[in-house]
């Protein structure tokens, strides 16, 4: 008589939000597999999720006995299974962000060619990021996904949300369901790959800030502070700064410098409302000029940084290395003390942001790649896969490399690349990036907005999603006449980018002029000095050669007399 032999099938899922790989129990040879993963969403991002697995026998007497399903995500409700049609009770298992499902297979298919067919439904609200009209939608990469015989993942979204404007999987088929005013997505193969669709095309952000400045000096003394800039993702609106600067300087890493002179001893606390303007990806104009390469405090190079930038090579590759081999450090994410590029690398357990960040700028610019880091805000509604350093206020790091194909800057974040085991963050960034201060020349300076303290203050940042559409704010300027010249003005809100301003019927043309910031008219004060006093001269000169004529005139017309 024949006897059937039983296989224990292990199937393990995890993700940033969900990631299949199969058991090494058995060779990949014995089963065939399909997936197919239906996601559904609703107007608040949250989802509804089937997956479909099934197994094929590729030999007579091997067929799965148990299922086990892992979800790197704790926000899973409602879990129905099934097997055969049949439902089951899976036993459930929860840790820190993880949720493990044991599913017997009681009655499965025997015999070659037969299969077993599960089901997995549940609902979640962590495969999505809502920013104001905007969607990030991550859905899960699969470990073995290449091997599967068939992988499909159908997205489908209400009619109403935003345009697509971004995936990092090409769709093989767009379709419009009339009856339940909806659109979906389907995608065929790529099971190995994350999934990241971008729904819209910016998010905007009202941002109240406060420093507090100290002279603790007996002389006068000048100081600035670090506003949030343009870069090519952000477009700043400066609603109010309070007392207004002496003026707003931009430095070669397009930081937005505000100069204030301050008495002896003087305390002052500086307010300062904007709204940001994000994008996913760089369409502003970028006021920074610099192409920093050099080594600084957190960003110094030793042999060991040296042999591996010249194995990585590129920002990709650097990137992917970040990902792979750097532990974020959940439980030192409050007091941490920054490492710098070299400690990070010889100590890549515990890292947070400050360390992936430092240790890209410095592997890349080792490759001669310019390289940057960025200070800011990020907007997590999940900490766990997205989480920022808290000191004081909420601040995050991440990077910036120039591009020299495409003459841009691109930002990338290796931490959430990383946290969220694969998600994308380097081909593309979301709409939650925000950027306080750009460090190129140095690795410490300007000081980001959150770290102006001198006394124990209320919160230094208060940020919010905004949901009035923004003016369109035209150029408005004053010329202020000094003793040293004269000067443009910028009075409006926002930068005067690339434009022809018209001063007393002359046109001068600014490429870049911040609010509070200063353009200088020398060469037009002085063909106006030259213009004015050039008529005098020219007056004088026709009297010098005029008058002896007429003086000549007279004497020779006295002797005709």
């Known amino acids: ?43 608040s991002g949250n989802v509804n999720v089937i997956h479909k697995i099934e197994l094929i026998n590729n030999l007579s007497h091997i067929y799965p006995t148990v299922y086990n399903l892992a979800l790197n995500s704790s ?49 979640s609200t962590s495969f999505a990021e809502k920013i104001g009209d905007t969607y990030t939608l991550t859905l899960p990469k699969t470990q073995k996904g290449n091997e599967a015989t068939s992988f499909v993942r159908q997205v489908i979204i209400p009619d109403d949300f935003p345009e697509l404007s971004y ?82 300087v931009v430095d070669p890493d397009g930081n937005w410098l505000a100069r204030y002179q301050l008495a002896p001893l003087e305390k002052r606390t500086v307010t300062a409302n904007l709204s940001l303007t994000v994008t996913n990806s760089p369409l502003y104009f970028d006021p920074s000029i610099s192409s920093p390469l ?91 896969q997205r989480p920022q350093a808290t000191a004081k206020d909420i601040l995050h790091a991440f990077a910036e490399y120039y591009d020299s194909s495409q003459k841009k800057w691109i930002a990338i974040d290796p931490t959430w690349g990383h946290t969220t085991h694969g998600s994308e963050y380097f081909d593309r960034l979301d709409f939650a990036h925000l950027v306080f201060v750009r460090w190129g020349l140095e690795s410490d300076y300007p000081l980001p907005a959150g770290s102006y303290i001198t006394d124990s203050i209320a919160k230094q940042l208060n940020i919010t999603i905004r949901k009035e559409n923004l003016e369109n704010a035209s150029p408005e300027f004053t ?53 004015k006093y050039s008529n005098l001269y020219l007056l004088g000169l026709i009297f010098i050669i005029v008058w002896p004529v007429i003086a000549y005139l007279k004497k020779h017309k006295t002797h005709v007399k």
């Open 1 to 43: 008589m024949f006897t059937h032999k039983k296989l224990l099938t292990h199937i393990l899922i995890v993700i940033p939000l969900l990631i299949f790989s199969a058991s090494k129990v058995f060779a990949v040879t014995e089963f065939d597999t399909n997936f197919e993963n239906i996601y559904q969403f609703d107007q």
């Open 75 to 123: 926000e899973i409700e409602n879990i129905e299974v099934s097997v055969q049609s049949a439902t089951v009770k899976a036993d459930v298992e929860k840790t820190l962000g993880l949720t493990t499902l044991h599913i017997p297979i009681a009655n499965p298919a025997i015999g070659k060619a037969q299969k077993t067919l599960l089901e997995v439904k549940y609902k």
């Open 167 to 248: 995936s990092s999987i090409t769709p093989q088929a767009t379709e419009k369901i009339e009856s339940n005013s909806q659109r979906s997505y389907r995608f065929i193969g790529h099971g190995s790959d994350t999934l990241t669709l971008h729904f819209g095309k910016s998010a905007t952000y009202d941002v109240s800030l406060k420093y507090q400045l100290k002279n603790t000096t007996s002389i006068a003394a000048t100081t600035e502070i670090a506003l949030p800039p343009d870069t090519p993702y952000q477009k700043v609106y400066l609603h109010e700064l309070e007392p207004k600067p002496l003026e707003i």
């Open 294 to 384: 050099g080594e600084s405090k957190y960003w110094q190079r030793n042999q060991a940084i040296n042999r591996l930038a010249e194995q990585l090579k590129t920002p990709k590759n650097i990137y992917d290395y970040l990902t792979s081999n750097l532990s974020y450090d959940y439980t030192n994410i409050n007091e941490h003390k920054r490492l710098g590029a070299e400690k990070a690398l010889e100590s890549p357990n515990s890292a947070i942001c400050t360390e992936f960040s430092d240790l890209f700028v410095t592997l890349a610019r080792s490759s001669s790649i310019p390289a940057r880091s960025l200070i800011g805000y990020a907007y997590s509604q999940n900490q766990n």
């Open 479 to 531: 010329v202020e006449k000094t003793t040293n010249g004269d000067y443009i003005i910028n009075t409006g809100h926002t930068a005067i980018i690339n434009t022809d301003l018209t001063v007393e019927n002359t046109k001068t043309y600014v490429k870049y002029l911040p609010p509070f910031g200063k353009h200088r008219l020398n060469n037009q004060s002085i063909i106006k000095s030259w213009q």
